[in-house]
């Protein structure tokens, strides 16, 4: 059975860093695309980066663009999502989400395991 699980969370100001972490277990990790995605309250969710299996392709949405970095260490079954001069504007719920094949898309819907999500509080 896959497990997703994120980490790194929390309350920071405007401009600060935030390092989120994502462990995965239950299938060969390094097969397969990873994303990172997020919810504000009352909006839907969204894409912020993915990850496709070497870690040699990326893709960000462009309101992350130049700020966020996304990576993955397969011999930790870890994929991070670096995220740096964070705005108020990124506060949501974050979610980490590994998708069955080698190749990324930006559809949450084409992913098919989720972790339960990690809270980030930007205060301006």
């Known amino acids: 059975q896959v497990q997703v699980a994120e980490s790194g969370g929390g309350l920071v100001q405007t401009g600060d860093s935030l390092r989120l972490s994502c462990a995965a277990s239950?299938?060969?990790?390094?097969?397969?695309?990873m994303g990172w995605f997020r919810q504000a309250a009352e909006k839907d969710r969204e894409f912020v980066a993915v990850?496709?299996?070497?870690?040699?392709?990326?893709r960000y949405a462009d309101s992350v663009a130049g700020r966020f970095t996304i990576s993955r260490d397969n011999a930790k079954n870890t994929v991070y999502l670096q995220m740096d001069n964070l705005k108020p504007e990124d506060t949501a719920v974050y979610y980490c989400?590994?998708?069955?094949?080698?190749?990324?898309?930006?559809?949450?819907?084409?992913?098919?395991?989720w972790g339960q999500g990690t809270q980030v509080t930007v205060s301006s």
């Open positions: 989400a590994m998708r069955m094949y080698t190749d990324w898309t930006v559809r949450p819907r084409d992913y098919q395991y």
């Open positions: 239950g299938r060969t990790f390094d097969l397969y695309a």
């Open positions: 990850i496709n299996w070497s870690g040699l392709s990326t």
